[in-house]
């Protein structure tokens, strides 16, 4: 199956500051990603989709100014926190789909856990 | 509203044992619907994938069925072994096309040896 890749695996970070979480297609293109939040013990939920050279899509309740999709190639997609608080600390994950493979599987990234202080 | 529900929240078994996780949708009108595994702190591995054509797929020890008029789909795991315990998610595309998912909670299952 295709392969997505998040980085950093987990941070840590004082209240305040940005953090930067990148999702790779390491080989295919992906010209939309999907990012997903889930809080312990909940599932994932969606939080905005991601378009290649365009504004990202947010789902409703996620402030856009606080999380900052960036998908400025096809094959890496950004998610800024910015200003973090405790109540940001979540896992994140993305996904993405690779569609030569005509299969409509979705697959994810390992996550990035965020916790901030 | 288009949600997916999985039932049992969580799941103890012995060793050995079949069982069957189920999962349900409120939109029969589905597109696919995948079946991850989640193993704590990390992130999904995708087990299997039904179109909605389809009635069931299998790998391995591995089966999940879908009956889209009920709503209604399952996983069948044969001779459960420990390294099986894990959260297993279901989740539902119901829009054709580069869409996304729409997760259950899981269900959390636990295989004791």
């Known amino acids: 199956g295709a392969v997505v890749s998040q980085h950093p695996s987990w941070v840590i970070c004082k209240s305040g500051t940005s953090v930067k979480i990148e999702c790779r297609s390491l080989?295919?293109?992906?010209?939309?990603m999907f990012w997903y939040r889930q809080f312990p013990k909940q599932s994932l939920m969606l939080m905005a989709t991601?378009?290649?050279?365009?504004?990202?899509?947010?789902e409703q309740g996620v402030e856009k100014d606080k999380f900052l999709i960036n998908h400025a190639s096809l094959t890496l997609s950004t998610l800024t926190v910015t200003s973090a608080h405790p109540e940001d600390s979540s896992f994140y994950i993305c996904?993405?789909?690779?569609?030569?493979?005509?299969?409509?599987?979705?697959?994810f990234g390992e996550g990035s856990r965020l916790t901030v202080l | 509203k288009q949600e997916v529900t999985q039932i049992p929240a969580a799941l103890s078994v012995p060793e050995g044992e079949n069982l069957v996780l189920n999962c349900s949708f409120t939109?029969?009108?589905?597109?696919?619907l995948q079946w991850f595994r989640q193993d704590p702190g990390k992130g999904l591995t995708s087990l299997l994938l039904?179109?909605?054509?389809?009635r069931e797929q299998t790998s391995g020890r591995l089966n999940a069925s879908l009956d889209k008029s009920s709503g209604r789909s399952t996983l069948y795991i044969a001779a459960s072994q420990p390294g099986d315990s894990a959260t297993y998610l279901c989740a539902v595309q119901w829009n054709s096309g580069n869409t996304p998912l729409v997760f259950g909670k899981g269900t959390r299952l636990s295989v004791i040896a």
């Open positions: 080989d295919f293109q992906a010209t939309t």
């Open positions: 991601s378009n290649e050279g365009s504004k990202a899509t947010y």
């Open positions: 996904s993405a789909r690779d569609l030569r493979l005509n299969t409509g599987e979705l697959f």
């Open positions: 939109d029969s009108a589905i597109y696919n």
């Open positions: 039904i179109q909605s054509s389809q």
